[in-house]
């Protein structure tokens, strides 16, 4: 499957972002899918993934409570919103597909991945 990322862009600290990730080639439903984050010189850290009926979702601690992801099979799109938006929420963001099938949240449970988009918090 292949996956498009789109959404990032620069925002006030505060603010709020949707991502959306478009998937083509295969079946989306068949798919897990989840979004990672990266800034420089560290590692991809887990954000959110979500089952492919869309039934069973969960998000990093780090963005409970703010980040929602969602899917719509239909449009074979996983999104992710973004609220109450962190400098320290400053990355490049990654969606990717997972044929495990289970919900994971280890970067290498996914076998397809996007491209990334930035999303930049200024404070």
């Known amino acids: 499957v292949q996956l498009q990322a789109s959404g990032g862009g620069l925002v006030q600290a505060g603010g709020s972002l949707r991502l959306s990730c478009a998937a083509s080639?295969?079946?989306?439903?068949?798919?897990?899918m989840g979004w990672f984050r990266q800034v420089p010189g560290k590692e991809r850290e887990f954000v959110a993934a979500?089952?492919?009926?869309?039934?069973?979702?969960y998000v990093s601690d780090s963005v409970k409570g703010r980040f929602t992801i969602s899917r719509d099979n239909a449009k074979n799109t996983v999104y992710l919103q973004m609220t109450s938006l962190q400098p320290e929420d400053t990355a490049v963001y990654y969606c990717?597909?997972?044929?495990?099938?289970?919900?994971?949240?280890?970067?290498?449970?996914?076998?397809?991945w996007g491209q990334g988009t930035l999303v930049t918090v200024s404070s």
């Open positions: 990717a597909a997972s044929s495990k099938g289970y919900v994971s949240r280890h970067p290498s449970d996914f076998g397809s």
């Open positions: 080639g295969r079946t989306f439903s068949f798919y897990d």
């Open positions: 979500i089952s492919w009926s869309g039934s069973y979702a």
